[in-house]
């Protein structure tokens, strides 16, 4: 059954923002009848001032997953546009969906202007939170510890508390206002103003991160709250509700905002004309950290419910440390995707599938071990090599562009995946589908986990390629580049333990040495092109000839050595006639203005002891020109 599609782009499925806003945007798709695909980057965009860089073939590998989407298949997208990790891609996205006309919404973005807008009033919040302090608790003296300077978020809620502080006739101090970058230097804040000497009347803080740390360094200093001083926050986290006191709080309307997205895409995809920037309020949440819900006592803690969450953590490491134990000895892909399943089912995921590029997993296309690598690009066809939660069987082919085998037109209810790539220093191996569970996934250990994918798939693939590289400097090291034959350091590693076993076995061992006749003259008639195939033909005659198993070698230019096993001597000169009439099969149907012989002398090993073998291929040399001046006489020339 054919359903709507809408595409959303995320940063950072495993923050508390996305999720909401994913959360709200699946339950409006469920009651519409629309799936929900979500292409994820689990490495986020480094914040403002701090001096990161993402390394390029980490943003090349997270960008390569939303190059996946199809846009045949969308009909609507969603972006987080500034949360996005490259603005060169927010752009491609935007092009690629102006170009077929796919309605796109941009939520909570303050950076661009590339789309319809759904915005969280961030500015109204903040001012619900002030006027609440100043309105209904009467206070004049109010802190407010801020996010990082210059920052658009930041700008805007200390917009809102000096917009509230002047409508009421209260000053603006600068000496109330700091700076705590949304994080623990809220603490160092916090201790300069209780360093002063006399508190204000309260603290409001810019999120709720930063109020849990500020409450915590008052009762380290010995005050109490609400009794002594008031602490608010803004986000409305899960934090703030666990937190004790409770935090006073505003809740953007993040779940809402996705809601939002949805309905201004559908509206969109039916033709109707929509306003460019819907914005969605936010509201106060009350608390008990300014004294107006009174504190609940809450029981403590169990040990078991403790115990469980340790224990939640400790056995994904337990899994993870196994998971790239066992690495070690993994022989196949299949077994390669085989620990994942237990992953699944630690984060009770519903479906999952392991797109991999079906020429990496075929080694028509190997990881590129070299430093200027393969450029980035996406395969049309991939590989299913998970088999989770449906009934697809491992090795299925399918286009790219279906996404998962099969696509999703055969589901009768909408579906939500999620696409998490897979990559490997410049190559893009593959993506994990997955559908996640309703409520809540461990982003921390979601991302981990995806690492930990990405590296042993791409060093288990790259280890292929190492081991076919040593295949090929081994054969290019013992086997002689003309012929495929051993040369003599072939010679040198096979011979004895040949011999020996051939004689622990009971067998006719001998040594055959063998020259191509007229060698000369056809270099010098017609070239040494035509030489080198007298020289292949005669060393294939060799290899079709001898038994299976014998080592063949070019001792020298024209000159060859077969160390074979036999039954008996009868089944030793068979085979050297067989070397004849192979080459005169071949002078029947060659066309060629020459003749190609080769003459063959032997010298069997003696049972026993192993002899002097120099010795043994000297008298197998000798017999060979013997036999040569033998087939001169009556070759005709």
Not at 413 to 427: C, E, L, Q, T
Not at 430 to 436: E, H
């Amino acid at each position: 059954m054919k359903h709507k599609t809408i595409a959303v782009c995320v940063t950072g499925y495993d923050e508390q923002n996305e999720i909401m806003k994913i959360m709200g945007a699946l339950s409006r798709c469920r009651e519409l009848g629309f799936n929900l695909l979500t292409f994820f980057n689990s490495v986020r965009k480094p914040e403002l001032n701090l001096d990161f860089v993402i390394p390029e073939d980490i943003l090349n590998g997270e960008m390569q997953v939303l190059r996946l989407i199809n846009y045949d298949l969308i009909d609507g997208i969603i972006v987080f546009g500034e949360s996005m990790l490259s603005e060169k891609m927010l752009f491609e996205i935007t092009e690629k969906a102006k170009a077929r006309g796919i309605p796109m919404v941009d939520i909570d973005d303050p950076m661009y202007d590339i789309c319809e807008k759904i915005t969280l009033s961030n500015e109204y919040a903040m001012e619900n939170v002030i006027r609440h302090l100043v309105e209904d608790h009467g206070l004049t003296k109010i802190d407010f510890i801020n996010g990082f300077r210059n920052n658009p978020q930041s700008d805007e809620r200390l917009a809102a508390y000096k917009k509230v502080l002047t409508e009421h006739g209260i000053p603006v101090e600068e000496d109330r206002i700091f700076y705590g970058e949304f994080w623990r230097k809220s603490i160092d804040c916090t201790k300069e103003i209780i360093a002063r000497g006399e508190l204000p009347e309260a603290i409001a803080c810019a999120n709720d991160t930063m109020a849990i740390f500020c409450m915590d360094t008052l009762k380290e200093a010995g005050y109490r709250i609400p009794e002594d001083i008031i602490v608010t926050g803004f986000d409305a986290t899960i934090d703030s509700m666990e937190c004790k006191p409770t935090l006073t709080t505003a809740r953007r309307a993040i779940y809402e905002s996705g809601i939002a997205a949805v309905d201004k895409l559908a509206r969109m995809m039916n033709g109707e004309s929509v306003e460019y920037d819907t914005p969605v309020e936010s509201v106060l949440v009350k608390g008990e950290s300014c004294g107006c819900v009174p504190f609940k006592e809450r029981r403590d803690e169990t040990y078991e419910e403790r115990y469980f969450k340790l224990n939640r953590f400790k056995q994904f490491n337990r899994y993870v440390l196994y998971m790239n134990s066992e690495f070690t000895n993994i022989k196949s892909s299949e077994e390669l995707y085989e620990p994942l399943r237990e992953g699944c089912s630690f984060f009770n995921l519903t479906k999952a599938y392991a797109c991999i590029n079906v020429d990496i997993e075929h080694k028509q296309d190997l990881i590129d071990i070299d430093d200027e690598g393969n450029p980035w690009q996406i395969p049309d066809r991939m590989v299913s090599m998970l088999q989770y939660g449906h009934d697809v069987p491992i090795g299925t082919e399918f286009k790219t562009s279906e996404l998962i085998p099969g696509g999703f037109d055969d589901e009768e209810a909408p579906v939500h995946f999620v696409f998490a790539p897979i990559y490997f220093k410049k190559n893009f191996l593959g993506y994990l589908a997955i559908t996640p569970p309703e409520d809540y996934i461990e982003g921390d250990m979601f991302s981990a986990w995806l690492v930990s994918i990405s590296n042993n798939t791409g060093s288990f693939y790259m280890n292929n390629e190492l081991s076919e590289a040593i295949g090929e400097l081994q054969k290019l090291y013992l086997r002689d580049p003309l012929t495929g034959l051993y040369n003599r350091r072939g010679l040198n590693k096979f011979e004895k333990p040949y011999i020996e076993k051939a004689l622990e076995e009971g067998k006719l061992a001998a040594l055959i040495c063998a020259d191509v006749d007229g060698l000369k003259r056809v270099n010098d008639n017609f070239g040494h092109e035509e030489g080198d195939n007298a020289i292949v033909r005669s060393s294939s005659a060799l290899i079709r000839c001898f038994p299976v198993g014998s080592i063949c070698v070019r001792t020298g230019g024209d000159e060859f050595l077969v160390i074979a096993a036999f039954k008996d001597e009868r089944e030793l000169k068979a085979s050297i006639k067989d070397v004849y009439r192979n080459l005169e099969e071949y002078n029947a149907i060659s066309n060629k203005p020459y003749k190609v012989g080769c003459s063959c002398g032997y010298a069997l090993v003696p049972s026993g002891s192993l002899p002097d073998l120099d010795e043994i291929q000297k008298l197998a040399d000798k017999n060979m020109y013997d036999e040569k001046l033998k087939r001169k006489t009556v070759r005709k020339d």
